[in-house]
């Protein structure tokens, strides 16, 4: 124990004497730019065309393999989607082995095998490398389609597509893509609920068939394998792969953006927007400004050390983050920042990004704040190489793309000579707040208005989910004899009348919907009872459980989730007692509500007339009411913890209320959340006991 207190105190002692010598206001020199050892990249060719590079790393016994084509194919169009569901087939079984016995054999050698519309990669132990070669190339080469599976992926993208509908980065992310690349770019084409049901097993087919060939395919093996090892392997499981003429299609290139733009795209009751400031870029592969753009991007919104990041959400508070980047690509890379803030910051948070983007251009950026970035990089590109995909990317990007042999070998080298210099020069060529798509997804009325200002002509231009233009931003002129209270004496006489309403004791309705929420579709059926003047139930089951109830006895009541039970507390109670008024709508003064008329809209290309209902605690809720009709389309609820909309369909008479109607279908969307209801029954006036509010 002596000994080593003696130790640590002469190590204290000498630390202390270097520290006297070290002058700490003169910053370190930095060492020079470590040689990065990726391992040569052997390779060969076989006689059908298929490129292959080994390269060497026997540190683990594990191998990964990595094909890639090099195609550029037609546009999927009206099936826009086939694409992405060819990728899902060509795990779904070969003419050798099933769906299930894939699977199987996969799963019994511990591979990981995952393909795409461009290439498939997999990795395994060494010592099952010979399977999970013969595995990947039954897959590329003898893929086997079936309808059945076709329907599935069909069936399960219509269900996220429903969600994505509402979801704000999904519709920015549409939104962009059209607008940046137009739809006659593979880059702008947007599947759509339309699309995916154009799709046939055929076109998938014909994909396959036509572009999974060798001599436009690129492969990479990395690990625990010797140049002899592959050649004997890739010749005994590839050589058979037949290759073809592949056609080359040509693409419309984006038209060059000479105004800055506002497009908005609304989500009704967004309590958030979310914002990209886009564009497309020219920047190839392998080039000299790759690096120093990653570099300027990086000091710009690269990550939390970025100036978008500190002004946005560290000075401001107005977002839980804000990035950016500027991608390569070889048909056409893209800028963009991007943010997601609340209404009222919205076009604030717009300014800033712009604001930040423009300095990138006029100030250079101080040393320091160069090599803290450089640095970071520096270590990022170190661990990136623990990943055998990354290195099999590389080998196939340096023959790919023409670039040197020794590009990164020598990256780290050529990241660190980056100057203060280069920085304002990319960002001149790169970063154009001034030429720019500023896409904002948000609430209609309360953001798109703020936003003008930005746009190079003070017109905003709309568009939907997908994309495709709106007729209009604006909503239409009132006519001068339409009221809050004319539109629901239309509405109330279009579902039956007062004396039809009042002649309800009860009521209760049994629908049959399905849940949509990420991807996964789940079948329920919903009970919902009301009884005059103040009794509710609803309830909500679905996979042999009970989802949710709602009971009010009409003083007092509770909510169950999952088996957790929670009593109501005065605000529920009076929420609750308006809910199970049958005839609420006929003396809203009764809750508090008052009603205003707040302009026109369309729902589903109809117009409508847009009340805003507010009750006497501030709560909102925007209800649409159809033009023509009079039905009650669609409502809005907006909380701070998010919105939710509703739509009504199809109201019908139900059978002995005198002509009252109710809607016999609802869409329901809550976040990622879809619920479609159709009511399977509905009775009038059938004694409900007491006993069910209980």
Not at 198 to 208: F, G, P
Request: net charge neutral.
């Amino acid at each position: 124990m002596k000994k080593l207190t003696l130790s640590i105190l002469s190590i204290a002692i000498a630390i202390s004497a270097s520290a006297q010598k070290l002058d700490r206001s003169v910053r370190p020199k930095a060492g020079p730019a470590p040689e990065v050892k990726l391992g040569d990249a052997q390779s060969f060719t076989l006689p059908n065309g298929l490129r292959v590079f080994v390269v060497e790393k026997h540190k683990l016994p594990v191998i990964s393999c990595s094909v890639q084509l090099d195609v550029r194919p037609e546009l999927e169009g009206n099936a826009t989607g086939y694409r992405s569901m060819m990728s899902e087939l060509l795990t779904s079984g070969t003419t050798h082995r099933s769906n299930e016995e894939l699977n199987k054999q996969i799963d019994y050698i511990g591979a990981n095998i995952n393909a795409s519309d461009e290439g498939i990669y997999a990795s395994s132990l060494k010592k099952h490398m010979g399977t999970m070669l013969q595995l990947v190339a039954d897959i590329v080469i003898n893929s086997d389609f079936k309808q059945e599976e076709l329907d599935k992926i069909k069936k399960r993208t219509l269900s996220g597509l429903e969600a994505s509908k509402n979801e704000p980065d999904d519709m920015l992310q549409n939104v962009s893509a059209v607008i940046n690349f137009g739809k006659q770019h593979p880059y702008g084409e947007v599947p759509t609920d339309v699309t995916v049901k154009n799709i046939t097993l055929e076109d998938c087919k014909k994909y396959y068939s036509t572009y999974f060939r060798p001599n436009v395919a690129y492969m990479a093996l990395v690990g625990d394998i010797t140049m002899d090892e592959a050649k004997g392997f890739i010749e005994k499981h590839f050589g058979k792969w037949a290759k073809a003429d592949v056609p080359v299609a040509k693409y419309q290139d984006p038209k060059p953006i000479e105004k800055t733009q506002v497009a908005f795209v609304p989500r009704d009751g967004a309590v958030q927007s979310v914002i990209n400031v886009t564009y497309p870029v020219d920047l190839q592969p392998g080039t000299p400004d790759v690096i120093k753009a990653r570099v300027a991007n990086s000091i710009l919104g690269g990550g939390s050390n970025g100036r978008l990041f500190l002004n946005l959400r560290e000075k401001h508070g107005w977002t839980y983050g804000s990035y950016s980047s500027i991608t390569q690509d070889d048909l056409k890379g893209t800028f963009t920042a991007y943010a997601k803030c609340r209404n009222a910051v919205s076009d604030s948070s717009v300014g800033e990004i712009i604001a930040e983007m423009r300095k990138l251009q006029s100030e250079k950026v101080p040393q320091d704040e160069l090599q803290n970035h450089l640095n970071n990089m520096s270590g990022s590109f170190a661990i990136g190489l623990e990943n055998p995909q990354t290195i099999a990317q590389y080998a196939i990007n340096i023959e790919r793309y023409k670039m040197p042999k020794d590009y990164y070998q020598n990256y780290l080298k050529n990241l660190n000579a980056v100057t203060v210099d280069d920085i304002q020069n990319v960002a001149r060529k790169y970063v154009n707040a001034d030429k720019a798509h500023i896409v904002v997804v948000g609430s209609k009325g309360d953001v798109d208005k703020t936003l003008a200002k930005y746009d190079s002509d003070g017109k905003l231009e709309y568009f939907d989910n997908y994309g495709n233009p709106l007729k209009t931003g604006e909503q239409k002129a009132v006519p001068a004899n339409v009221t809050a209270a004319e539109v629901m004496k239309k509405y109330i006489a279009a579902i039956g009348g007062e004396k039809a309403i009042n002649s309800i004791k009860d009521i209760k309705t049994v629908s049959k919907g399905i849940l949509s929420v990420q991807g996964q579709e789940i079948p329920l059926t919903i009970t919902e009872m009301k009884k005059s003047p103040s009794k509710m139930k609803s309830m909500v089951e679905g996979m042999g459980m009970v989802f949710s109830k709602e009971v009010f006895d009409g003083t007092k009541g509770y909510a169950e989730q999952q088996g957790q039970r929670a009593e109501m507390g005065p605000d529920e109670i009076a929420s609750s007692k308006e809910k199970a008024d049958i005839a609420a709508d006929l003396h809203p003064e009764k809750y508090g509500i008052k009603r205003t008329l707040k302009g026109m809209d369309q729902v589903n290309g109809a117009d409508a007339y847009v009340l805003e209902a507010v009750n006497t605690k501030g709560d909102k809720i925007t209800e649409y009411y159809d033009t023509k009709t009079g039905y009650l389309v669609k409502r809005v609820e907006t909380s701070p913890e998010g919105s939710q909309s509703v739509e009504y369909a199809n109201y019908k008479e139900v059978a002995g209320a005198n002509g009252y109607k109710v809607p016999y279908t609802i869409k329901l969307a809550a976040g990622p959340m879809n619920i479609t209801a159709n009511v399977e029954t509905a009775e009038i006036n059938k004694n409900i006991p007491d006993t069910e509010f209980n």
